[in-house]
């Protein structure tokens, strides 16, 4: 019964596949031929779907560009290596004046070690904030006074922002972004190498 069974199936694809042969040669005859003696027309040239950038045909070129961009990629990666980040206790504060003549706001931060202007990345938990450094502190003695030293006092909205509460201190991880090219508070003491990014 199965042999009977598998004859009638092999027959059956047999039989489909011949139709199918049939009909692609059919097709194939109603296509009328060119003569041989006639040229056929010249195919169409492949476009490429990106046009608003062309395939450069300048291969030289090409390399000297693609260089040049390895070359910027490789010099920003590098200066942005080299510029300080860590894990610094962040207190806060608000005053009506700051060291940089500007009123205070909510992306003020202060350092006792970065220069006036610096832009700097504060990161508490998976929420982050982007200071710039327009006040001078905390004190050495603050500074000193926690298990790991607070180098940057965060203005008390930004605080409350990233925190929940307006006076706080909590562990945070900075990273400058951008030197400023203000003055700057001290120039050592503690702490001072974690502000610099030094061990």
């Not at 942005?80 to 207190?91: E, N």
């Not at 970065?114 to 603050?142: C, H, N, Q």
């Amino acid at each position: 019964m199965r042999k009977r069974a598998r004859q009638v199936i092999i027959t059956a694809m047999a039989g489909t596949t011949l139709v199918a042969c049939a009909a692609t040669a059919a097709d194939a005859s109603v296509i009328p031929q060119a003569p041989s003696s006639v040229p056929l027309p010249p195919r169409a040239p492949v476009v490429s779907p990106d046009t608003a950038r062309p395939i450069p045909t300048d291969l030289a070129a090409l390399g000297a560009a693609f260089n040049e961009a390895l070359r910027t990629a490789y010099a920003k990666a590098k200066k942005a290596a080299s510029l300080p980040s860590g894990v610094s206790t962040a207190t806060s504060f608000w005053d009506g004046q700051t060291a940089s003549g500007r009123p205070m706001r909510y992306r003020t931060i202060a350092s006792p070690y970065w220069p006036l202007g610096t832009k700097v990345r504060i990161t508490y938990k998976k929420k982050s904030a982007i200071g710039v450094v327009e006040d001078f502190g905390p004190a050495e003695w603050a500074v000193a006074q926690h298990d790991i030293p607070a180098i940057v006092d965060l203005s008390e909205k930004m605080m409350a922002d990233l925190t929940g509460v307006a006076s706080n201190t909590v562990h945070v991880r900075f990273q400058v972004l951008k030197w400023g090219k203000g003055g700057v508070y001290r120039r050592s003491g503690t702490g001072y190498k974690l502000a610099m990014g030094r061990k």
